[in-house]
């Protein structure tokens, strides 16, 4: 009888652990070919998509969010998305001191920033849309 029981305690478990595992891996795989768009007060994503420099990125205005592309055959990327200002030289100081510099060349009226020392594979664009007084700092990671 009380082998029973123990066999019964097993077999609820067992699948009380299953059913969690499933949701646990629904939950988090349910993001992981999308574009993520979210704030800094949810630490969750902030801290497991937002990269470093995005991190330490100056905040230029009081009013931005974020975004994660997993890539999906393109290299992954992750923005801040600054609102109501255009006024990115804060930005261009911090990637200036972390020994960045700005390609002469544009891409579609963005700037390039890349590390010397790293070979230029981490790239980061610069955009600022006047019309919109939007400033969109993007890192793509080779």
């Known amino acids: 009888m009380m082998r029973f029981t123990f066999i019964r305690y097993l077999i609820v478990f067992s699948l009380t652990v299953l059913i969690l595992c499933f949701l646990f891996i629904y939950f988090i ?6 574009m993520t768009v979210y704030k800094e007060t949810d630490r969750y994503r902030y801290y497991t998509l937002t990269y ?13 969010y974020f975004e ?17 200002t255009t006024n ?4 261009r100081v911090y990637f200036a001191d972390l020994g960045y510099i700005k390609e ?27 019309h919109a007084k939007e400033v969109r700092l993007t890192s793509i990671q080779e």
């Open 29 to 34: 795989a349910s993001d992981i070919n999308e």
């Open 52 to 64: 470093n420099e995005i991190q330490n990125a100056p905040r230029i205005s009081r009013s931005y």
């Open 68 to 84: 994660s592309q997993p890539g999906d055959g393109y290299p992954p990327s992750n923005a801040i998305i600054f609102k109501d």
């Open 88 to 91: 990115a030289e804060p930005l």
């Open 104 to 130: 002469k060349r544009t891409q579609r009226g963005m700037e390039m920033w890349c590390q010397p020392k790293k070979a230029c594979k981490d790239r980061f664009y610069l955009y600022v849309d006047k």
